[in-house]
């Protein structure tokens, strides 16, 4: 298990030329794996004080923040808050960097999220808890399912994110995983009546027929909220 831990950067860092982790397990026996209570991001304790920093100088090189692959019979992901991060890509290129929050993948059960354990990614008040920003392309996504199990995507937590590359794509959650997974109420946009930030695009950027069919069936799909 990795529980009750925060992960933050203490100084500066020098620009990524490969792809990095805040937590990164692989492993193919020896029971599930637990990731919950952990903080990530920012440059103090609990995600806090300045923005976690990171420039990518090389096309490509992802800064994931839970990486997990596993093959036993199940793990979990929950109650993890993912916030306060900048990040830049800052080389001209024909190929994209981004972030990803959680990615997993393997044979292995997920519970990614549950009731009263949801992830938080972002933030649920204000703006700009995440920023990705970059002269070219540059990718966002909070949850990526590339698992081969039955997974469960439920009661996560996503706003104040907000895109101002060129171009690249938004995805709050990404399902490459073909088995019937259960992905309901989760939560996309802010709560703060006063200052609600949904995810935010560019405002060159429009919305594909691909990015409204996304929308719509997260909608449809058991209960999501955005």
């Known amino acids: 298990s990795i529980t009750n831990n925060s992960i933050y950067q203490t100084s500066t860092w020098g620009d990524l030329s490969v792809a ?22 920012g440059q103090a304790s609990l995600c806090g004080g300045s923005a976690m920093n990171i420039t990518s100088i090389a096309m490509g090189n992802n800064f994931t ?43 292995s059960t997920y519970t990614i999220g549950a009731s009263g354990n ?42 104040a994110i907000t895109m101002t590359a060129l171009s690249g794509r938004m995805n709050m959650i990404k399902s490459s995983n073909n088995q ?6 989760n939560t996309i946009g802010s709560t703060d009546l ?11 950027r429009e919305l594909s027929c691909r990015d409204l069919a996304q929308i719509i069936a997260l909608i449809i799909r058991f209960s999501n909220f955005i």
């Open 194 to 204: 006063n200052n609600k930030q949904a995810p935010q695009m560019p405002n060159s």
């Open 65 to 107: 923040v839970i990486k997990v692959s596993s093959y036993s019979s199940s793990s979990s992901i929950n109650n993890n808050i993912i916030q306060n991060i900048l990040f830049t890509q800052s080389t001209a290129g024909n190929s994209t960097s981004g972030i990803t929050c959680i990615d997993y993948s393997g044979s």
């Open 20 to 41: 990095s982790y805040g937590i990164y397990l692989s492993h193919t026996s020896n029971g599930g794996m637990t990731i919950t209570g952990n903080y990530i991001g």
């Open 180 to 185: 019937t997974n259960t992905i309901q109420y």
């Open 118 to 159: 949801g992830n938080l990614i972002g933030s649920i008040t204000g703006t700009s808890s995440i920023t990705i920003t970059g002269v070219v392309q540059a990718n966002f996504t909070g949850i990526s399912d590339s698992g081969t199990g039955l997974n469960t995507i439920a009661y996560n937590q996503f706003g």
